[in-house]
């Protein structure tokens, strides 16, 4: 799942939606804050991890040949 929230969205309210997506079954989030540059990873049973400005995202073994390139969206 990947949430890229809009102008409007709270930054709270959507790390609360991707924790119960993830506490539901989903397997991998991603949370893309375009403002402050950053990408929230969600998986379960791990630590949300949070990413500063990183170049791509690949979906490593969940997701193996998926790389999304970031330099347009954030």
Not at 4 to 14: A, G, N, V
Not at 17 to 36: A, F
Request: with cysteine; charged share 25%.
């Amino acid at each position: 799942m990947i949430q890229l929230p809009s102008e409007s969205d709270r930054l709270q309210i959507l790390q609360d939606k991707m924790q119960e997506y993830i506490d539901n079954g989903t397997q991998l989030g991603w949370l893309i804050d375009r403002k402050k540059r950053q990408i929230f990873i969600y998986r379960p049973n791990i630590a949300v991890e949070v990413l500063d400005n990183p170049k791509r995202l690949c979906g490593k073994t969940l997701l193996r040949r998926f790389i999304l390139h970031l330099s347009h969206i954030c």
